[in-house]
């Protein structure tokens, strides 16, 4: 019965320790299509509502310099590979004004988010006026949350899709678009490893329990717990 005991608690713990929480992906500043913005991003994806397939995906941009060649940062999309964005929509974000979120095919272009939702479907955001999007500081960050509806469960052990920035200056595109490809991979149960492409980082994070991994911990305690007590009953 200690046996059974301690099995039941070593599933329970490594259910917990089951990733809900994808660690940043970091592109640039330095990357393939960054040009002379200097700017670098983080993104994560974090898991809302495992039964209709919600996440929220955090996207910090980081002013790293010492110039920028633009004056607003106006335009964010991401596409998953494998899994069809449903429906988007922005939770917050720190700077700019008439950022609203929605379905893009492609996501962005030179013009802002491509207004065809149809085809390859990105979730994209952008500010309006295009002139009223972020606008840099030296050594500063600003962070978008845009909430996610996937047509199914995404695996954030093993995700890759990719990402565009859009920059302008007093409204006007200021090229290049960023788009880059984005991957994360694990090489263990506790210990993901982020790449990009082209630039490879890591920046680890903790991985948050999910409900389902707490009831199942639950219910094989309670199993246990009962069978030692049948078992002093006879005895």
């Not at 005991?5 to 599933?11: D, T, Y």
């Not at 913005?37 to 993104?43: A, K, L, M, R, S």
């Not at 309670?222 to 069978?227: C, E, K, P, S, Y």
């Amino acid at each position: 019965m200690k046996r059974f005991i301690g099995v039941a608690v070593v599933l329970g713990v490594m259910l917990l320790w089951a990733p809900s929480t994808a660690q940043a992906i970091t592109i640039g500043p330095t990357c393939g299509t960054c040009g002379s913005h200097n700017t670098g991003f983080d993104i994560s994806f974090a898991l809302v509502n495992n039964t209709t397939h919600v996440y929220d995906v955090t996207i910090v941009a980081s002013y790293v310099g010492p110039t920028f060649d633009y004056t607003d940062l106006s335009g964010l999309s991401i596409k998953v590979d494998g899994a069809s964005i449903e429906a988007a929509s922005i939770i917050s974000f720190t700077d700019g004004s008439g950022w609203t979120a929605q379905l893009s095919n492609g996501g962005l272009n030179s013009s802002g988010c491509n207004p065809n939702s149809s085809g390859e479907v990105w979730a994209c955001t952008q500010s309006t006026p295009l002139s009223s999007g972020a606008s840099p500081s030296l050594g500063g960050t600003d962070t978008w949350v845009l909430r996610l509806d996937f047509d199914s469960a995404l695996n954030l052990a093993n995700l890759t899709g990719s990402f565009k920035a859009m920059f302008t200056n007093n409204g006007e595109f200021v090229g290049p678009l960023i788009s880059e490809g984005i991957g994360t991979s694990t090489t263990g149960t506790t210990s993901p490893t982020v790449t990009t492409s082209p630039t490879v980082t890591t920046s680890p994070t903790g991985a948050v329990p999910e409900p389902t991994s707490l009831l199942l911990l639950g219910s094989g305690l309670v199993l246990a717990h009962q069978r030692l007590r049948r078992r002093g009953v006879k005895a």
